[in-house]
């Protein structure tokens, strides 16, 4: 039970609603609809912006201003302090070591993408508002944005939470480097319009071995994105699954594959024309070289997404890729 209910005294319930069994299914909290708002649930929010977006320079002084009115502490990464001076301005690798209750993310799925990785351990919720062009993880609305925050600090929302991939890169049998990804991890080739070569395996068991432009290892969240454009299957965010694509084969029989989420898979670089790049969620790049190996897992961590409407996981297709379109 949760205090504070619409009399002195009176508590209401917690409803939670499960779509599936699995643990990562989307959850809902919601009190009795005219109950006070509890705006002291938290003290810090912090924000992060999507570089040059002219709207910034009207919107977070405003969203500031709000925030302090409704006895917040607003955190501004250093994008968002270029727009405003009216709140202190830290880089976005630090303010998880603030502790904010939310974050607030104002910009594309690529910025989202972004804080997703930083905020990874803590388990913080993201708030993510569309100022991109597709936004297709960043579901809010601008104009909704306020109504949204009211919502939150009523405890009336969903959490769409949503499992990451680790990825190790290995050298020599030495563990170099790790990485959590929200979409993919993807092996490629460099520059050089030549194919590499590339061998697959599942659970230390040999997949295959082939000629192409890469190997993409996609969470569910991420089959929406290079891996469907690479011909992949689109899967449900509770899909208990990763997904293997090769990314322009160069044999007609080689297709994707959807694997187990439990499962360990590795891509070792068999042989390339000049370089190889490992790239994380498309923004973070390591140069590799031949022998190396990408070893990919489930995460430990996972991305808790707040969500205010309950529009379904194939509205958001429709309406963004026009899937199912004539």
């Not at 469907?228 to 090769?246: E, R």
Request: hydrophobic fraction near 40%.
């Amino acid at each position: 039970m949760v205090p504070g209910g619409p009399e002195d005294g009176e508590e209401f319930p917690v409803i939670l609603l499960f779509e599936d069994e699995s643990s990562l299914a989307r959850k809902r909290v919601c009190p009795i609809a005219d109950g006070p708002v509890h705006w002291d649930c938290m003290t810090r929010i912090a924000i992060c912006c999507k570089p040059q977006k002219e709207e910034l320079n009207r919107l977070l002084p405003e969203l500031v201003g709000w925030l302090r009115e409704h006895g917040f502490e607003p955190l501004l990464d250093e994008e968002g302090g270029k727009y405003t001076s009216t709140a202190q301005v830290m880089n976005r690798s630090e303010l998880p070591a603030c502790s904010p209750g939310l974050v607030i993310v104002l910009g594309g799925d690529g910025t989202l993408l972004s804080v997703a990785r930083i905020f990874a351990a803590t388990g913080t919720p993201i708030l993510s508002v569309n100022l991109g062009y597709l936004g297709f993880l960043t579901e809010v609305r601008l104009a909704e944005l306020y109504s949204t925050l009211e919502g939150w600090c009523k405890s009336c929302y969903e959490v769409d939470e949503r499992w990451m991939l680790h990825a190790e890169l290995w050298r020599d049998g030495v563990e170099q480097s790790s990485y959590e990804a929200l979409n993919d991890v993807v092996v490629s080739k460099g520059d050089i319009a030549r194919m590499g070569e590339f061998a697959v395996e599942l659970d230390g068991k040999r997949v295959a071995g082939f000629r192409a432009d890469g190997v993409i290892v996609s969470t569910p969240t991420g089959s929406t994105a290079y891996t469907l454009a690479a011909n992949g299957p689109i899967l449900t965010p509770d899909v208990d699954a990763m997904v293997v694509t090769p990314i322009c084969p160069h044999l007609l029989t080689l297709r994707p594959i959807v694997v187990r989420g439990d499962s360990s898979l590795t891509v070792r670089i068999v042989g390339i024309p000049n370089t190889a790049l490992l790239t994380v969620d498309g923004q973070l790049a390591v140069e590799l070289r031949r022998g190396d190996e990408v070893r990919s897992h489930r995460s430990k961590h996972t991305v808790k997404l707040v969500r205010m409407s309950e529009s379904s996981f194939f509205e958001a297709l429709r309406s963004k890729l026009s899937w199912g379109e004539r």
